[in-house]
C-alpha cells in the first residue's frame, strides 16, 4: 500500500514538474515571439479606476448649517451636482470665509512670525475615496469663483480599514500658489500630480481664497489611479528632488530627534571664525529668520549654533501649523527644552490619526504652558478634556485661545476655560460648547474683547448669553454670532446697550431677528464705532435700517445684507455716500438690486467693492 | 420514529415561514409620470417634472423608493412671485435629500421638515407656498409610509378596488393646508402650516398593487370611478404602459377640466357647500402611477 503511494506520488510530481516547465518553455518561446513580432506583450493591462469621493471626514469650516446640506462640505462627496454649470447653488461645498476680509478684522489672529513662504493654506478638507489606488490624476470640480486650491496631499492611511493606524505617511501630490480664475465660470482643475510609491484612498485638499472676488465652491472631487504600482520606466532613474531634501516637512522630527544627540561634533576646536566675534543678540537675530526645520538643522551645524538656535528666545512665537503633517509626540518633547519662554504657539491643524497624543500635549503644556499668551488649537482633534484642564493649570495669561472646528470635545470641557481669567481673544466656532460652559466663561473672563460663537448649535438660549455679556463683557470688540437660532430682538438690544465698544457684529443667518421690532435701527444708534456687520439672508433688512446706518455709522466698512428684498437702490446711495470708509457690501440675491445697479455704484464709488452673486 | 421526525420538520417549516416574511424578496415601486400645466405655456422651458404650478418628483435609494408630489399655491402671483417656484425647489430639494439617504423610510413627515428647512438655508429668498404629499415604499418590510399636506393625494387600487386613499386637509373652500415661505411682515397673514400638522398613514402593500399619486386638479376633475376604469386598462407591470395609462388619466382629466357641463367632483363639492356651479375645474394636473413589483436591480 505506502511502496505503491510513494510511488504514484513520484509519478504524479515528476509530471507536474514537466508540465510546468513545458508550461514555461511556451511561455518563454511565446512571449520571444511577441518580442519577434513587436506585438502587445504578455504584460497585464493596467486599468485606470475613477472614483468619486465617497466621504468628507474632516475640514476646517463651512458656509453652511451644521445639519443642513446646503453649501456645506459634505457635497463635496459623490457624483457632481452643479458642474459644468456656474453659479453660486446650495449643492456645492463652500469655506466660511474669502478674501481677505476677515484678516482685515481686528478679531483676526495676529501672523506668526517665521511662516514659511510656500505655506498658503488657509482652509483645508479631507476626502476618503472607496478604493486606495496609486493617484495618476486628481480632478478638482470647481463651480464658482475657482482657483483656491493651493495643496493637494495623498495620505497612505486607510480611514474605513478596521486595522489600527500605523505610520501614517502624508505625501504632497502637488503645491502651488493661491490663484484667481479670469472669470467666476465653472472649471475642472487638474494639476500634474507627483507619482507616490504606495495606494491611497483619503485626499486632502488646502485652499486659499485670499484672492477671490467672492467664495469659492467646490462640487467633487475625481481620484484617477491604477490598482498595481506602476512600474517605473527604466530610464527614469528616481531622481532625489532638490526639494524635496528642502521640504521642511520631512525634516521636522528627524531634527528634532538630531538635535539633542550631536552636541557637538567638532572634534578640533578650531573656533568659529567671524561668528566669534559678532555679538550673541546678533548672531540671534540672523538666526531669528529661519523658519523652525531650518532652526533645528542648523542647530546640528555646530556647537555655537547649537546654542543660539536652541536658546528659548528663538522660541517666543512658534507656529507648527505648517508641518502638521510631520508632527508628532517625539517633536513636541525635543521642542520641549527650548521652548520655556513660549508666549505664542499655533498648533492648529497637528495631531491628528494619532500623531500626537493627549499625554503628550499635556507634558508639553505643562512645561512649556506658563508664559504662554495665545495658543491656536484650531481643528486640533487630539485635544481631550484633561488637555484643556492642564492649559487651564499652567497657562494663567493665556489671552487669545481658538479651538474652532475641535467638534470632538465633549461639552463639559468648555468649562475649564472659565479659569482662564485673562482671556481676551477666545474661539469657539464650530464646537459643542453648551450654555452653562459659555455663560460661566462669560462670568470670569470679563476682559473678553473678540468672541466667535459661530456655528454653537448646542447653546440653548442666545438670549441668555447676550444678556451675560452685555453684564459682564462690557470691553467687547467683535462678537460672531454666525447662524446663532434665536437670538431676538430683545438679547441684541440688551447687547448694545452694554457693549459699546462693539466694533464687529456678524448676525448672518440669524432669523429670528426682525427688522420690524427695531432693532437694528436700535443697534445703528447705539453702536457709532461699529465697523463690520454681517446680516446675511435676514430677509427682514430694510431701507430705513440703512438709513440709520448711515446717519450713526460712519466707520462703517464691511456690510453685509444678502438676500432681502427689501432694500431699495435710494437707502444704497445714501449708505454709500454717508460711509466713506465702506469696502465690502454684500448684496447678493437682492431682488430691488439688479447688476445695472451695481455696475453704476461701482463706478461712483470705487474704493467699494460691491458684491453681488448669481445663480445661473 | 422517521415519521415523528418528518412530521417534526413539516411542523418547524411552518412555523418558520409563518413567522419570517412569506416573501423574502424586495418589493419597488415602477412610476410613471404625466401632467399637463394649467394654461398651455409652451413657450416656457420648465426643467422635467414640472407641470404649471405642480412639482414632482421620483427618488430611490438603498432600502427605499419615494415619490413627491407639490401643488403650487396659485394666488402668489398676484403678488409678483411664481408660485411654481416654491414647489419647485421643494421637491428638488426633496429628490437629493432621498438622494444622499437623508431620511429614515418610516418617516416621510422627517422629508418635508428636512426639506422646508433647506428651503430656508437657500440664499436665494423663496417666497411661496405648497400643499406637498410624499409616499416612500420601504423594499424590504413591504411596507408603505405616507405624509400628506394639504389637498394633493393618493389612492392605492388592489384588484380594481381602493383599498387606502389620503384625505384632502382643507381650512376652507379652495384652502388646502400649505407649506409656505411668506415675505417679512406678511407672516400674520399668510396660511403657514407646519410639517408636522400632515396626515401620515403606513399600510402593507401587495405585489400588484396600483399607487396613484396626484394634485387636485386629477381629483377635482375624475371621480374614483373613472380613475378605476382607466386602470383596469393597465394590463402588465412593465414602464411603457404604465407611462402610457399615466398618460391617458392625465390627458382624460385634461380634457374634463375644460367641459363646461360636465358635473366634476370640484363641482359637486361646490354645490354641497351652497354654490351653483357645474363644469370641470381648469388646474395644473400632475399624476404619478406606480405598480408594486419586485425588485430588480
Given at each position: 500500500m505506502f511502496p505503491m503511494l510513494t510511488l504514484l506520488s513520484m509519478f504524479y510530481y515528476i509530471c507536474l514538474r514537466r508540465r510546468?516547465?513545458?508550461?514555461?518553455?511556451?511561455?518563454?518561446?511565446?512571449?520571444?515571439?511577441?518580442?519577434?513580432?513587436?506585438?502587445?506583450?504578455?504584460?497585464?493591462?493596467?486599468?485606470?479606476?475613477?472614483?468619486?469621493?465617497?466621504?468628507?471626514?474632516?475640514?476646517?469650516?463651512?458656509?453652511?448649517?451644521?445639519?443642513?446640506?446646503?453649501?456645506?462640505?459634505?457635497?463635496?462627496?459623490?457624483?457632481?451636482?452643479?458642474?459644468?454649470?456656474?453659479?453660486?447653488?446650495?449643492?456645492?461645498?463652500?469655506?466660511?470665509?474669502?478674501?481677505?476680509?476677515?484678516?482685515?478684522?481686528?478679531?483676526?489672529?495676529?501672523?506668526?512670525?517665521?511662516?514659511?513662504?510656500?505655506?498658503?493654506?488657509?482652509?483645508?478638507?479631507?476626502?476618503?475615496?472607496?478604493?486606495?489606488?496609486?493617484?495618476?490624476?486628481?480632478?478638482?470640480?470647481?463651480?464658482?469663483?475657482?482657483?483656491?486650491?493651493?495643496?493637494?496631499?495623498?495620505?497612505?492611511?486607510?480611514?474605513?480599514?478596521?486595522?489600527?493606524?500605523?505610520?501614517?505617511?502624508?505625501?504632497?501630490?502637488?503645491?502651488?500658489?493661491?490663484?484667481?480664475?479670469?472669470?467666476?465660470?465653472?472649471?475642472?482643475?487638474?494639476?500634474?500630480?507627483?507619482?507616490?510609491?504606495?495606494?491611497?484612498?483619503?485626499?486632502?485638499?488646502?485652499?486659499?481664497?485670499?484672492?477671490?472676488?467672492?467664495?469659492?465652491?467646490?462640487?467633487?472631487?475625481?481620484?484617477?489611479?491604477?490598482?498595481?504600482?506602476?512600474?517605473?520606466?527604466?530610464?527614469?532613474?528616481?531622481?532625489?528632488?532638490?526639494?524635496?531634501?528642502?521640504?521642511?516637512?520631512?525634516?521636522?522630527?528627524?531634527?528634532?530627534?538630531?538635535?539633542?544627540?550631536?552636541?557637538?561634533?567638532?572634534?578640533?576646536?578650531?573656533?568659529?571664525?567671524?561668528?566669534?566675534?559678532?555679538?550673541?543678540?546678533?548672531?540671534?537675530?540672523?538666526?531669528?529668520?529661519?523658519?523652525?526645520?531650518?532652526?533645528?538643522?542648523?542647530?546640528?551645524?555646530?556647537?555655537?549654533?547649537?546654542?543660539?538656535?536652541?536658546?528659548?528666545?528663538?522660541?517666543?512665537?512658534?507656529?507648527?501649523?505648517?508641518?502638521?503633517?510631520?508632527?508628532?509626540?517625539?517633536?513636541?518633547?525635543?521642542?520641549?527644552?527650548?521652548?520655556?519662554?513660549?508666549?505664542?504657539?499655533?498648533?492648529?491643524?497637528?495631531?491628528?490619526?494619532?500623531?500626537?497624543?493627549?499625554?503628550?500635549?499635556?507634558?508639553?503644556?505643562?512645561?512649556?504652558?506658563?508664559?504662554?499668551?495665545?495658543?491656536?488649537?484650531?481643528?486640533?482633534?487630539?485635544?481631550?478634556?484633561?488637555?484643556?484642564?492642564?492649559?487651564?493649570?499652567?497657562?494663567?495669561?493665556?489671552?487669545?485661545?481658538?479651538?474652532?472646528?475641535?467638534?470632538?470635545?465633549?461639552?463639559?470641557?468648555?468649562?475649564?476655560?472659565?479659569?482662564?481669567?485673562?482671556?481676551?481673544?477666545?474661539?469657539?466656532?464650530?464646537?459643542?460648547?453648551?450654555?452653562?460652559?459659555?455663560?460661566?466663561?462669560?462670568?470670569?473672563?470679563?476682559?473678553?474683547?473678540?468672541?466667535?460663537?459661530?456655528?454653537?448649535?448646542?447653546?440653548?438660549?442666545?438670549?441668555?448669553?447676550?444678556?451675560?455679556?452685555?453684564?459682564?463683557?462690557?470691553?467687547?470688540?467683535?462678537?460672531?454670532?454666525?447662524?446663532?437660532?434665536?437670538?431676538?430682538?430683545?438679547?441684541?438690544?440688551?447687547?448694545?446697550?452694554?457693549?459699546?465698544?462693539?466694533?464687529?457684529?456678524?448676525?448672518?443667518?440669524?432669523?429670528?431677528?426682525?427688522?420690524?421690532?427695531?432693532?437694528?435701527?436700535?443697534?445703528?444708534?447705539?453702536?457709532?464705532?461699529?465697523?463690520?456687520?454681517?446680516?446675511?439672508?435676514?430677509?427682514?433688512?430694510?431701507?430705513?435700517?440703512?438709513?440709520?446706518?448711515?446717519?450713526?455709522?460712519?466707520?462703517?466698512?464691511?456690510?453685509?445684507?444678502?438676500?432681502?428684498?427689501?432694500?431699495?437702490?435710494?437707502?444704497?446711495?445714501?449708505?454709500?455716500?454717508?460711509?466713506?470708509?465702506?469696502?465690502?457690501?454684500?448684496?447678493?440675491?437682492?431682488?430691488?438690486?439688479?447688476?445695472?445697479?451695481?455696475?453704476?455704484?461701482?463706478?461712483?464709488?470705487?474704493?467699494?467693492?460691491?458684491?453681488?452673486?448669481?445663480?445661473? | 420514529?422517521?415519521?415523528?421526525?418528518?412530521?417534526?420538520?413539516?411542523?418547524?417549516?411552518?412555523?418558520?415561514?409563518?413567522?419570517?416574511?412569506?416573501?423574502?424578496?424586495?418589493?419597488?415601486?415602477?412610476?410613471?409620470?404625466?401632467?399637463?400645466?394649467?394654461?398651455?405655456?409652451?413657450?416656457?422651458?420648465?426643467?422635467?417634472?414640472?407641470?404649471?404650478?405642480?412639482?414632482?418628483?421620483?427618488?430611490?435609494?438603498?432600502?427605499?423608493?419615494?415619490?413627491?408630489?407639490?401643488?403650487?399655491?396659485?394666488?402668489?402671483?398676484?403678488?409678483?412671485?411664481?408660485?411654481?417656484?416654491?414647489?419647485?425647489?421643494?421637491?428638488?430639494?426633496?429628490?437629493?435629500?432621498?438622494?444622499?439617504?437623508?431620511?429614515?423610510?418610516?418617516?416621510?413627515?422627517?422629508?418635508?421638515?428636512?426639506?422646508?428647512?433647506?428651503?430656508?438655508?437657500?440664499?436665494?429668498?423663496?417666497?411661496?407656498?405648497?400643499?406637498?404629499?410624499?409616499?416612500?415604499?420601504?423594499?424590504?418590510?413591504?411596507?408603505?409610509?405616507?405624509?400628506?399636506?394639504?389637498?394633493?393625494?393618493?389612492?392605492?387600487?388592489?384588484?380594481?378596488?381602493?383599498?387606502?386613499?389620503?384625505?384632502?386637509?382643507?381650512?376652507?373652500?379652495?384652502?388646502?393646508?400649505?407649506?409656505?415661505?411668506?415675505?417679512?411682515?406678511?407672516?400674520?397673514?399668510?396660511?403657514?402650516?407646519?410639517?408636522?400638522?400632515?396626515?401620515?398613514?403606513?399600510?402593507?402593500?401587495?405585489?400588484?398593487?396600483?399607487?396613484?399619486?396626484?394634485?387636485?386638479?386629477?381629483?377635482?376633475?375624475?371621480?374614483?370611478?373613472?380613475?378605476?376604469?382607466?386602470?383596469?386598462?393597465?394590463?402588465?407591470?412593465?414602464?411603457?404602459?404604465?407611462?402610457?395609462?399615466?398618460?391617458?388619466?392625465?390627458?382624460?382629466?385634461?380634457?374634463?377640466?375644460?367641459?363646461?357641463?360636465?358635473?366634476?367632483?370640484?363641482?359637486?363639492?361646490?354645490?354641497?357647500?351652497?354654490?351653483?356651479?357645474?363644469?370641470?375645474?381648469?388646474?395644473?394636473?400632475?399624476?404619478?402611477?406606480?405598480?408594486?413589483?419586485?425588485?430588480?436591480?
Open positions: 510546468s516547465r513545458s508550461g514555461t518553455r511556451s511561455e518563454a518561446l511565446g512571449s520571444r515571439r511577441a518580442v519577434e513580432l513587436g506585438q502587445r506583450s504578455a504584460l497585464p493591462v493596467t486599468v485606470e479606476v475613477e472614483q468619486y469621493g465617497k466621504e468628507v471626514l474632516d475640514f476646517s469650516s463651512h458656509y453652511g448649517s451644521e445639519n443642513s446640506m446646503s453649501y456645506t462640505m459634505w457635497n463635496l462627496a459623490g457624483v457632481p451636482n452643479v458642474y459644468p454649470s456656474s453659479g453660486d447653488f446650495t449643492q456645492t461645498a463652500v469655506f466660511r470665509t474669502y478674501g481677505s476680509w476677515w484678516e482685515q478684522c481686528t478679531s483676526s489672529a495676529s501672523r506668526f512670525r517665521r511662516t514659511p513662504p510656500s505655506f498658503h493654506s488657509q482652509d483645508y478638507l479631507e476626502l476618503a475615496f472607496e478604493e486606495p489606488v496609486y493617484p495618476t490624476a486628481v480632478e478638482v470640480l470647481e463651480t464658482y469663483h475657482p482657483g483656491a486650491v493651493v495643496k493637494i496631499l495623498a495620505c497612505s492611511l486607510n480611514p474605513f480599514s478596521q486595522n489600527p493606524p500605523v505610520d501614517v505617511r502624508w505625501e504632497v501630490l502637488w503645491a502651488g500658489k493661491p490663484n484667481k480664475a479670469l472669470t467666476p465660470q465653472a472649471r475642472q482643475f487638474s494639476p500634474s500630480i507627483k507619482q507616490i510609491n504606495f495606494a491611497t484612498n483619503l485626499l486632502r485638499l488646502e485652499v486659499n481664497s485670499s484672492l477671490l472676488e467672492y467664495y469659492t465652491e467646490l462640487d467633487a472631487v475625481i481620484l484617477r489611479g491604477v490598482r498595481e504600482r506602476p512600474i517605473l520606466a527604466l530610464y527614469k532613474i528616481p531622481v532625489i528632488d532638490i526639494n524635496d531634501l528642502s521640504d521642511s516637512e520631512e525634516e521636522i522630527s528627524e531634527a528634532g530627534g538630531l538635535c539633542c544627540r550631536s552636541g557637538g561634533e567638532n572634534r578640533h576646536n578650531l573656533g568659529n571664525g567671524y561668528f566669534d566675534r559678532l555679538p550673541y543678540e546678533l548672531i540671534q537675530l540672523i538666526v531669528s529668520h529661519l523658519p523652525v526645520p531650518d532652526l533645528c538643522r542648523l542647530a546640528q551645524s555646530c556647537k555655537l549654533f547649537h546654542k543660539h538656535c536652541c536658546d528659548p528666545l528663538q522660541y517666543i512665537q512658534l507656529s507648527l501649523q505648517p508641518y502638521w503633517a510631520r508632527l508628532t509626540d517625539a517633536s513636541l518633547s525635543h521642542l520641549l527644552s527650548r521652548c520655556t519662554l513660549l508666549q505664542r504657539l499655533n498648533m492648529s491643524w497637528t495631531g491628528n490619526r494619532g500623531a500626537v497624543t493627549a499625554a503628550g500635549f499635556c507634558s508639553f503644556m505643562k512645561a512649556c504652558g506658563v508664559s504662554l499668551v495665545c495658543l491656536e488649537l484650531s481643528c486640533c482633534h487630539f485635544l481631550t478634556e484633561a488637555c484643556l484642564e492642564v492649559i487651564a493649570q499652567t497657562c494663567p495669561c493665556l489671552q487669545e485661545l481658538n479651538l474652532a472646528s475641535c467638534d470632538r470635545l465633549q461639552p463639559q470641557t468648555f468649562n475649564h476655560i472659565a479659569k482662564l481669567t485673562n482671556l481676551r481673544r477666545l474661539v469657539l466656532y464650530r464646537t459643542k460648547v453648551e450654555q452653562s460652559a459659555i455663560l460661566s466663561i462669560l462670568t470670569f473672563c470679563p476682559e473678553l474683547k473678540h468672541l466667535n460663537l459661530g456655528s454653537c448649535v448646542m447653546i440653548e438660549d442666545y438670549d441668555v448669553v447676550a444678556s451675560m455679556l452685555s453684564a459682564r463683557c462690557r470691553s467687547l470688540r467683535s462678537l460672531d454670532l454666525w447662524r446663532c437660532r434665536n437670538l431676538s430682538e430683545h438679547g441684541l438690544a440688551e447687547l448694545v446697550s452694554g457693549c459699546r465698544l462693539l466694533e464687529e457684529l456678524d448676525l448672518g443667518w440669524c432669523s429670528t431677528l426682525q427688522s420690524s421690532s427695531g432693532c437694528f435701527q436700535h443697534l445703528a444708534r447705539s453702536l457709532p464705532r461699529l465697523r463690520k456687520l454681517f446680516l446675511t439672508a435676514n430677509r427682514t433688512v430694510c431701507d430705513s435700517d440703512l438709513e440709520e446706518l448711515a446717519a450713526n455709522c460712519s466707520a462703517l466698512e464691511h456690510l453685509d445684507i444678502l438676500g432681502t428684498r427689501m432694500v431699495s437702490s435710494a437707502s444704497l446711495r445714501k449708505l454709500l455716500q454717508c460711509c466713506p470708509r465702506l469696502k465690502l457690501l454684500d448684496v447678493s440675491f437682492c431682488s430691488q438690486v439688479d447688476s445695472r445697479l451695481v455696475q453704476e455704484l461701482s463706478g461712483l464709488f470705487p474704493n467699494v467693492s460691491i458684491k453681488k452673486s448669481f445663480t445661473q | 420514529m422517521l415519521s415523528v421526525l418528518s412530521y417534526g420538520r413539516i411542523v418547524a417549516r411552518a412555523v418558520l415561514g409563518g413567522l419570517s416574511q412569506t416573501d423574502g424578496r424586495d418589493y419597488s415601486l415602477i412610476t410613471a409620470s404625466c401632467g399637463f400645466g394649467k394654461d398651455f405655456r409652451k413657450g416656457i422651458l420648465k426643467k422635467g417634472m414640472c407641470y404649471g404650478d405642480d412639482a414632482c418628483f421620483i427618488a430611490r435609494h438603498k432600502s427605499a423608493d419615494v415619490l413627491g408630489v407639490a401643488d403650487g399655491v396659485g394666488g402668489w402671483r398676484d403678488y409678483g412671485v411664481d408660485p411654481s417656484q416654491f414647489s419647485a425647489t421643494l421637491m428638488r430639494t426633496c429628490e437629493r435629500l432621498v438622494k444622499e439617504g437623508r431620511f429614515t423610510p418610516s418617516s416621510p413627515v422627517g422629508i418635508l421638515t428636512s426639506g422646508y428647512y433647506e428651503l430656508l438655508q437657500n440664499k436665494v429668498p423663496l417666497l411661496g407656498s405648497s400643499t406637498a404629499c410624499i409616499v416612500i415604499l420601504d423594499r424590504r418590510s413591504h411596507r408603505i409610509h405616507t405624509c400628506n399636506l394639504g389637498d394633493s393625494g393618493f389612492l392605492v387600487v388592489r384588484g380594481g378596488e381602493v383599498v387606502h386613499r389620503s384625505d384632502e386637509q382643507q381650512h376652507y373652500f379652495n384652502t388646502p393646508f400649505q407649506l409656505s415661505i411668506a415675505p417679512p411682515g406678511a407672516e400674520g397673514v399668510v396660511l403657514s402650516d407646519s410639517p408636522e400638522v400632515s396626515d401620515s398613514s403606513s399600510f402593507d402593500v401587495q405585489l400588484g398593487d396600483i399607487i396613484l399619486t396626484a394634485t387636485d386638479g386629477l381629483f377635482d376633475n375624475m371621480p374614483d370611478y373613472m380613475i378605476l376604469q382607466e386602470l383596469k386598462k393597465l394590463k402588465n407591470t412593465n414602464y411603457d404602459s404604465i407611462q402610457q395609462t399615466a398618460r391617458s388619466i392625465a390627458e382624460q382629466a385634461h380634457e374634463l377640466a375644460y367641459d363646461p357641463n360636465y358635473m366634476s367632483p370640484f363641482a359637486q363639492f361646490a354645490c354641497d357647500n351652497g354654490l351653483n356651479v357645474r363644469g370641470g375645474k381648469p388646474d395644473d394636473i400632475t399624476v404619478l402611477l406606480s405598480i408594486v413589483a419586485e425588485y430588480t436591480d
